[in-house]
Structures are given as C-alpha cells and as structure tokens.
C-alpha cells in the first residue's frame, strides 16, 4: 500500500468532497445503490495520484520515472476495475494526491482525500469514515499493487466478515494487501512498522489482544522492488493468454 502522505483537491476546482456528497445524497435518494451483494459494506481503495517520480519509485532505478508511472496505471486500474466491476459494495477510493486527477474520472466511485500522517492513520480515518455512514456494518481496504486480486477474492473478504470480525490478506513480503473489519479500532493501525516484515504479525497480535475473531485468506504478492517486474509481465501474459 502506498506510504505517502494524504492531499486533496486540485486548485481552481470544485472539491472532490463537495461532488461525493451530492454524488451520495442522489445515489440515497434515488436507490442506486440497492443492486450491490453486501450494501452494508465499503470498499476502500487506497490509491495515488498517477505523477511521474511519485508512484513506485523503488521500480525508477530498473525501468525510469514514465516506466514505473506506466505499471502504477496499470496496476491501479486492475485493482480498482475488479472492485468496480465486482457489484459487491460501494466502492471509494481513497486518493494521496488530487481527488480530481482524470484517471480516476473513469470508474463510478466515491472519492476521497487520504487524511493523516503516516499510512497507520490514513487507513484508520478512512475506516473510521466509511463507517460513519449510515448502515455500514464493515469495510474491507486494500492497495492498487496487486496483481492477483480478483473479484472472488474481494467477495471472499467482505462474506468473511459474516462469520469473523476481521479479515486480513496475507502478503509474501511480511505484510498484507487487504484488512477488513467490522468496527473501527485505531490501536490495529497505531505504530506498526509500515513496510517492514514485520507488518503482518504486529497485525495478528493487536487483533488478537482485542479479543477478536479473524480469518487469513490466500497469500498474495504485490509490486514493489524491480524483482517483481519479471514475475509481473509473466503474470499479464498469462492472462492475455
């Protein structure tokens, strides 16, 4: 997931805030949002603004700015495509950067600006927001760098939460690609040590000191290092077939 720090508008323009509310308000009144599996749920997309230099820098040195700029976009749309595409939940994206930026104008989702410091607080305000909307019952959020996510994954994270208070996608480097609960608790997100190995067990360990019930589901991998650029062309060849 991203590690950047939270903006927001674009200047000169209306906020991105101000178009979600009237975005919400029309949806609540004219019953949009009724055809989606688990209505009670959100899903949280964490996400940046596609700017060259500022998305998967740790890719720059292997394949330059526009090289890494173009698996961002790649990548980002898959994630966000699958949600979208999946009819699951409302679907917002959570956006480090300009909210209004015309990549994310192409799919039918809330957006917002990532709020806090570091990326343990951006994720618990974002939580901690989804579920001040009415009905809301729990909230599943992930990143945009990762391949391997699939509608049926998405679907097996927020059923999961039916049956657990959380629910937590394991990633092979030590962290993970998706976390789902049924309330908003901050001390899961509170001073872990954002990418470090060491992500997923501090995860474990506050959910278990919290008394809860969770489920792993299947391990994936992310994009992160120029190692995985390889494993990535060999992943989006498989699927052209």
Same mark, same amino acid.
């Given at each position: 997931?991203?590690?950047?720090?939270?903006?927001?508008?674009?200047?000169?323009?209306?906020?991105?805030?101000? !178009?979600?509310?009237?975005?919400? !308000?029309?949806?609540?009144?004219?019953?949009?949002?009724?055809?989606?599996?688990?209505?009670?749920?959100?899903? *949280?997309?964490?996400?940046?603004?596609?700017?060259?230099?500022?998305?998967?820098?740790?890719?720059?040195?292997?394949?330059?700015?526009?090289?890494?700029?173009?698996?961002?976009?790649? *990548?980002?749309?898959?994630?966000?495509?699958?949600?979208?595409?999946?009819?699951?939940?409302?679907?917002?994206?959570? !956006?480090?950067?300009?909210?209004?930026?015309?990549?994310?104008?192409?799919?039918?989702?809330?957006?917002?600006?990532?709020?806090?410091?570091? *990326?343990?607080?951006?994720?618990?305000?974002?939580?901690?927001?989804?579920?001040?909307?009415?009905?809301?019952?729990?909230?599943?959020?992930?990143?945009? @760098?990762?391949?391997?996510?699939?509608?049926?994954?998405?679907?097996?994270?927020?059923?999961?939460? @039916?049956?657990?208070?959380?629910?937590?996608?394991?990633?092979?480097?030590?962290?993970?690609? $998706?976390?789902?609960?049924?309330?908003?608790?901050?001390?899961?997100? @509170?001073?872990?040590?954002?990418?470090?190995?060491?992500?997923?067990?501090?995860?474990?360990?506050?959910?278990?000191?919290?008394?809860?019930?969770?489920?792993?589901?299947?391990?994936?991998?992310?994009?992160?290092?120029?190692?995985?650029?390889?494993?990535?062309?060999?992943?989006?060849?498989? $699927?052209?077939?």
């Amino acid at each position: 997931m991203s590690t950047s720090r939270g903006g927001g508008s674009c200047s000169g323009v209306r906020s991105a805030s101000d !178009i979600d509310r009237t975005r919400m !308000i029309a949806a609540a009144k004219g019953g949009a949002r009724s055809d989606y599996a688990y209505p009670d749920a959100r899903l *949280l997309v964490f996400c940046k603004v596609p700017e060259a230099g500022q998305v998967k820098t740790r890719l720059i040195p292997a394949v330059g700015e526009l090289g890494a700029l173009a698996v961002y976009e790649r *990548l980002a749309a898959h994630v966000i495509e699958r949600a979208v595409e999946a009819r699951l939940a409302p679907v917002q994206l959570w !956006i480090s950067g300009c909210t209004d930026h015309p990549f994310f104008s192409r799919w039918s989702a809330d957006r917002h600006a990532q709020q806090g410091g570091d *990326l343990g607080e951006r994720m618990s305000s974002a939580i901690r927001a989804a579920f001040a909307e009415p009905g809301v019952r729990r909230v599943v959020l992930f990143g945009t @760098d990762i391949p391997g996510i699939t509608s049926g994954y998405l679907q097996h994270a927020v059923a999961s939460l @039916d049956h657990f208070d959380a629910v937590l996608g394991p990633a092979e480097d030590g962290g993970y690609v $998706l976390i789902g609960v049924k309330r908003a608790d901050a001390s899961l997100f @509170d001073g872990v040590p954002w990418s470090t190995s060491k992500v997923l067990r501090t995860t474990r360990n506050r959910i278990a000191a919290l008394g809860w019930r969770w489920e792993e589901m299947e391990m994936l991998w992310d994009v992160d290092e120029p190692a995985d650029l390889a494993r990535l062309r060999a992943f989006e060849r498989a $699927l052209l077939g």
